[in-house]
């Protein structure tokens, strides 16, 4: 069956470090996204793309990066890791640009920045 | 610009009671409209979404939700909840103009107690 990865599940890291959260999906879709999700403010946008090579900026966007070199992955990079930046972090896919189309998510990633 | 506001942080209910999640949304464009449903450590799973048409929709799990555009809201219900039912629920919409982003409530975390 298609699915959609993350790892680490769990990741503890130091202030400055450089960190790369890796998202795989075999769905073969052309759209992911990448999310944070915080009490009380639900899902946030920080990147996404539309396939290889095309990356934008979401919502909150400052502080990561992404890259887009093949169809199934979309790593997320925190260039250097800040306390702000503990959340949890989920990926998701979907078909097409079209906005009816469901998004399929990842199980997350609870990265905590000390 | 989009918003999406989700009135309640917080449902308790009592197993087999019905319950309501509200949602209200905020959009200058037409919108489509989603739930995701969050289980405990889990990613988001899609449970019902309105593209068009019959302004009432229904999840196989006896969820629905009606669209109404003049109050721009979304609300879910159930006649009767299940234990199984404790999860979080997000309302979200997806700008019919933005290339398939969506937009999250804060969410509202059911708990359903025996």
């Known amino acids: 069956d298609a699915e959609i990865t993350q790892s680490p599940r769990h990741k503890i890291t130091e202030t400055g470090r450089q960190v790369t959260l890796a998202c795989h999906q075999t769905?073969?879709?052309?759209?992911m996204f990448w999310y944070r999700q915080d009490l009380g403010h639900g899902l946030r946008l920080i990147h996404y793309s539309y396939g290889v090579h095309d990356t934008n900026k979401g919502e909150v966007s400052d502080g990561y990066s992404v890259s887009r070199s093949n169809t199934e992955d979309l790593p997320l990079t925190l260039e250097s890791a800040a306390s702000s930046q503990t959340s949890v972090y989920f990926c998701?896919?979907?078909?097409?640009?079209?906005?009816?189309?469901?998004?399929?998510f990842g199980p997350g990633t609870r990265l905590t920045v000390l | 610009a989009q918003s999406v506001t989700q009135l309640d942080s917080q449902v308790p209910v009592f197993e087999e009671a019905p319950v309501e999640l509200r949602c209200n949304y905020s959009s200058s464009v037409s919108v489509y409209l989603f739930w995701y449903v969050q289980y405990p450590n889990q990613g988001l799973q899609l449970l019902l979404k309105?593209?068009?048409?019959?302004?009432l929709v229904e999840s196989i799990n006896g969820f629905e939700a009606e669209f109404n555009k003049s109050q721009t809201s979304f609300h879910l219900r159930k006649p009767s909840v299940h234990i199984s039912d404790t999860a979080e629920y997000f309302c979200?919409?997806?700008?019919?103009?933005?290339?398939?982003?969506?937009?999250f409530g804060q969410g509202t975390e059911l708990s359903v107690k025996p």
């Open positions: 998701a896919s979907s078909e097409q640009m079209s906005s009816y189309n469901e998004q399929f």
């Open positions: 309105y593209l068009s048409g019959s302004t």
């Open positions: 769905w073969n879709h052309n759209n």
């Open positions: 979200a919409v997806a700008p019919g103009n933005q290339g398939g982003k969506l937009i």
